[in-house]
């Protein structure tokens, strides 16, 4: 056991319950060829879902990669400012999860859950402007890509950082329990996050406290260049909920029903007072870390099986075409709409200005800052009157207010 | 009114901060049942019941994080370090997400880190830290250390009040051994502000926490073997720095010592003495010196320990020193 590496084999029984039945669960035969790993299949609440939210999964799964697509258009054209993040092959894993919330609920996303936040209200002017650090961004350009959040529309922002977000979920859905409400809270993590520190003291406090909160490892095989070999000794992510007390889950990333099913009944089993559940969902990192990234670590043609075998989108066409007798003009229309709201949004988001530099000095406390100007940099000791307002800086509200 | 230690003070602010106000709670190893490595939440716990005074596990990282989610929905949690030298676990929740959160995403955090701190009682390398100076370096948090019972209570008071992270530097050498009378009311003593310890003409000693009580030691002893009149300024707060109460000091005496119990390099100490050179430069007689702890993990041996951190003879050396200008 000292060397459990050694043993290669990634199978057999994973000594994870499955949710609750509390006990060990016999692995069933996977739905799809490509899935690694079982679901629970009974009851499956994707069966309760109407045919138009069944298609929404789609609208938002199309909406997530389009919008991506157009950002590297952008970002070609340098008009992305930092660096871009995609989810491409992570479309259903983001969009299936955050779809098993109500709107009271909160997320916290991580850098591949575009899809998450679209899903909780984010749009894609917002994102859009965030990438060209506009100055009527979200963050009013103080951050980047998707690092954003809105607690009235249910997503909390990450930070770089990996793992923090599990302790301020614990937080957050610790403050659920205080006030007796009836809220969940989701946070997503990859598998190197899971390495940290913040992911471990996290998730054991929230089960300690028995807390509402569902965490999530996309498991995407790598974490920037470092394969899930050298992240853990582990055989599966899921098994490390044995550590924890809780139950784990594991499902196929990459089916979007498949994900709702599992995180569905996670948040119902949080919902009903049965504390934290760890999921890990199975899906494949098809770009690099970010744009930059030549992937050279990873091996040849794997990511070419991935796209051409076990792409989400595709994927759940196949089942919106089959079980629900979805037209092809029916999903042309779907597509014809996300195009051309990604390209309204894209339209407005050239036309916004960039930030006031005098607009950083601002908001760091509620308080109008006690720092003296630095006086020589011309026009500092003017920033707080030209820049403090009254509405939405520094106030418990996240609004932003408009440009 | 009966006089209270200065842990009883930090008590007594809890206690009626939790009264006032259902969105306060504490958070803490050992916080509970046991009321707190120091027995700073004695009686907290059968007074408002485990969902508002939480045993942790060992996790600091975990405390300070939950207490950020939960000050983004409203709450106005305290927590405890155990000892103030395992703040350094939860480096990266505090500079990293807490003190951007509201700059970065307009989250606040209100919340209050507290913990013991400081030397003079042999606790050795990881019992006695003062490591306020990484925080006063990292903007969006506010930093407090008060030096006397009354504003114990009153900074306390103010700091879970506050909408952001206030780090609230307890001095556990002052704990027991200093006592006083609380205003009467709802005492607040504001976070930003300095106090005049002892007013003086000749020489300006600013420090906080108990090197206080040792600078105004050493003013007696110089005043009776010198004739020197010396004034000490008690900042209370670290951040922000009362940049008014400095240069008030430095313009009426002219001659400057800072004086702290951490260490030199990157002190505070520093950051004092640049900013009295770029305001008031013109009205210095002498060079602003420091006193301060040498560079080095404060050990446990007696005769060790009070060697490195400054004593009473070392401030009465520099203040001689400046007064020699």
């Known amino acids: 056991m000292a060397n459990k590496k050694g043993g290669g084999k990634r199978e057999g029984g994973s000594g994870t319950a499955l949710i609750g039945n509390g006990r060990r669960s016999a692995a069933t035969k996977a739905e799809s060829p490509d899935s690694r790993f079982p679901i629970s299949d009974s009851p499956r609440p994707s069966a309760g879902l109407t045919r138009d939210q069944k298609l929404d999964l789609y609208y938002w799964m199309r909406l997530t990669r389009t919008l991506e697509e157009r950002l590297v258009a952008l970002y070609r054209q340098t008009k992305v400012v930092g660096g871009l993040f995609r989810s491409l092959g992570q479309e259903a894993d983001a969009v299936g999860s955050a779809f098993a919330l109500e709107r009271r609920d909160v997320l916290s996303p991580l850098i591949r859950n575009l899809g998450s936040m679209l899903v909780k209200g984010a749009t894609p002017l917002e994102i859009l402007r965030q990438y060209m650090a506009k100055g009527d961004s979200p963050t009013r350009g103080r951050e980047l890509n998707i690092h954003f959040g809105d607690t009235d529309r249910g997503f909390i922002g990450q930070i770089s950082p990996l793992g923090d977000m599990v302790p301020v979920m614990a937080g957050v859905t610790l403050t659920f329990r205080m006030r007796r409400q009836d809220r969940v809270g989701l946070v997503y993590v990859g598998d190197g996050a899971t390495s940290t520190g913040a992911f471990h003291e996290g998730i054991n406090f929230a089960a300690v406290q028995r807390l509402p909160l569902v965490v999530i490892v996309e498991n995407n095989g790598y974490a920037y260049s470092t394969p899930i070999e050298k992240q853990t000794a582990a055989r599966q992510f899921v098994d490390k909920a044995i550590g924890y007390g809780i139950p784990g889950a594991q499902a196929d990333g990459n089916d979007v029903l498949a994900v709702y099913d599992v995180t569905r009944q996670a948040v119902d089993h949080a919902r009903a007072g049965g504390g934290v559940t760890l999921i890990e969902l199975m899906t494949y990192r098809r770009k690099g870390h970010a744009e930059h990234d030549n992937q050279s670590y990873v091996p040849a043609g794997e990511i070419d099986r991935w796209a051409a075998e076990n792409d989400p989108i595709n994927r759940y066409l196949g089942v919106i075409r089959e079980s629900l007798g979805a037209t092809e003009a029916e999903i042309a229309g779907i597509d014809a709409r996300v195009a051309a709201e990604v390209d309204a949004a894209t339209d407005e988001a050239e036309r916004s200005p960039p930030p006031q530099p005098l607009d950083a000095l601002v908001g760091v406390y509620a308080d109008p800052p006690g720092e003296r100007p630095l006086w020589f940099r011309e026009g500092s000791d003017r920033a707080v009157d030209v820049n403090e307002r009254a509405e939405g800086w520094g106030t418990w509200s996240s609004r932003t207010g408009s440009a | ?325």
């Open chain 2, 1 to 325: 009114m009966a006089e209270v230690t200065y842990l009883e003070a930090i008590r007594e602010a809890l206690v009626e901060e939790m009264d006032r106000d259902e969105n306060v709670f504490c958070m803490g190893e050992d916080i509970g049942a046991y009321g707190g490595a120091f027995k700073v939440t004695e009686g907290l716990l059968a007074r408002f019941g485990e969902s508002r005074v939480i045993d942790t596990p060992i996790s600091e990282i975990g405390i300070v994080g939950a207490a950020a989610g939960a000050g983004h929905m409203g709450m106005r949690p305290v927590v405890e370090m155990q000892f103030i030298d395992f703040i350094a676990n939860a480096y990266d929740i505090l500079t990293n997400y807490v003190a951007t959160a509201r700059y970065r995403a307009f989250l606040p955090c209100p919340m209050v880190v507290r913990g013991p701190s400081g030397g003079y009682v042999r606790g050795g390398p990881f019992h006695s830290q003062n490591p306020e100076a990484g925080f006063i370096h990292t903007p969006g948090l506010k930093v407090v250390y008060p030096a006397t019972a009354e504003d114990a209570k009153g900074l306390m008071k103010a700091a879970i009040r506050d909408d952001d992270c206030v780090l609230f530097f307890e001095h556990k050498y002052l704990y027991r051994r200093i006592k006083a009378e609380m205003p009467a009311g709802d005492h607040i003593v504001p976070i930003g502000k300095a106090r005049v310890a002892r007013e003086g003409k000749d020489v300006s000693i600013i420090t906080y926490a108990a090197p206080v009580w040792k600078a105004l030691e050493a003013a007696d002893v110089v005043e009776k073997e010198d004739g020197l009149s010396v004034e000490v300024i008690d900042l209370r707060s670290l951040a922000p720095l009362d940049d008014d109460a400095i240069f008030a000091t430095v313009r009426k005496t002219n001659r400057v010592l800072v004086l702290h119990e951490d260490t030199r390099t990157g002190g505070i100490a520093g950051e004092i003495t640049a900013r009295i050179n770029e305001s008031c430069f013109e009205w210095l007689d002498a060079p602003v010196l420091r006193v301060t702890a040498h560079d080095i993990p404060l050990p446990y041996a007696p005769q060790l320990e009070d060697f490195v951190l400054p004593q009473t003879s070392d401030i009465v050396r520099a203040v001689r020193r400046l007064a020699g200008y």
